[in-house]
């Protein structure tokens, strides 16, 4: 109830001063001596001019107050069950874009602080240098860990714009979803609708092997700002966020994550084999 009364403010008001209304027109007597303001609002009134202004008010009030009554027990309670069951359905799958959409934003932000582009995201280059750096991962605002990490803004962008997007579309095809808080539906059709998306260089040869260009987005800024306010209102709807943040390395930090790594291979011989594994199928 306290919800709907949110939710629902004018609905709210409108019904505590149709009960006001009906008392005031109704002869019930007082258990105690009210004092002179509680009269003035309760009493019937006297005249009979007035009388009949307030029964005819008083038909529209109570008619009001039975309809708002039914609308809450018949299908606004019943509505909210239905809401609160379906996002408990589609939770993972939600925390699963918030976290694609922090990957994707975290990338262009730290590509955009080595370049000196950070008050312009437009000026990001979308190529395909690898960038190396330290990888903190947050859960719930929380630090979780932080680790040594690589990505090439280029594919990388790619990997998480698909991701995003055939995670929101495989989403809005499930019936679970339409009963969804309607601020989860327009995020994600929002989501969907991001020109940056459509606009990114594709991972393709002619732009992983080109060396001499230089491909940047026009809209960039405004897309990823975008991005981070409906990130932001996703939040609030989800179990879990998963939030990244790329900070810089430095070359002694960097090599000793990769001997610490070496080491780790040649101790564990079954993930070479395993890694190796994989690489021929994706070949």
């Not at 000196?116 to 750096?133: G, H, I, R, Y």
Request: hydrophobic residues 40%; aromatic residues 12%.
């Amino acid at each position: 109830m306290i919800k709907f009364l949110k939710e629902h403010y004018i609905l709210s008001i409108l019904f505590v001063i149709s009960i006001l209304l009906m008392i005031k027109s109704s002869s019930i007597p007082y258990f105690i001596e009210p004092p002179t303001f509680v009269s003035f609002i309760f009493d019937s009134p006297k005249s009979e001019f007035w009388k009949g202004i307030f029964q005819f008010v008083d038909i529209f009030a109570s008619a009001y107050v039975t309809s708002l009554i039914f609308y809450v027990m018949v299908d606004y309670i019943p509505s909210k069950q239905r809401e609160k069951q379906s996002k408990q359905i589609v939770d993972a799958k939600l925390v699963s874009i918030y976290s694609y959409l922090s990957e994707f934003l975290s990338m262009i932000d730290y590509s955009a602080e080595i370049a000196n582009t950070s008050d312009n995201l437009d000026e990001v280059v979308f190529n395909n240098e690898m960038v190396n750096c330290k990888h903190t991962t947050l859960k719930n605002g929380i630090e979780h860990s932080t680790i040594t990490y690589s990505y090439t803004l280029l594919k990388d962008c790619n990997k998480y714009k698909d991701l995003i997007l055939d995670s929101a579309r495989s989403l809005s095809g499930v019936l679970s979803f339409s009963y969804c808080d309607s601020e989860i539906i327009d995020v994600i059709s929002e989501i969907q609708l991001i020109d940056l998306f459509q606009i990114i260089p594709p991972a393709n040869e002619y732009y992983l092997n080109t060396q001499n260009i230089a491909p940047a987005c026009i809209g960039t800024n405004e897309d990823c700002k975008k991005l981070k306010s409906l990130k932001d209102k996703l939040g609030k709807h989800i179990s879990i966020r998963w939030d990244y943040q790329n900070h810089s390395i430095s070359e002694e930090e960097l090599a000793e994550s990769m001997e610490k790594q070496v080491k780790t291979l040649m101790e564990n011989p079954e993930i070479v084999k395993l890694i190796i594994e994989n690489l021929k199928g994706n070949l």
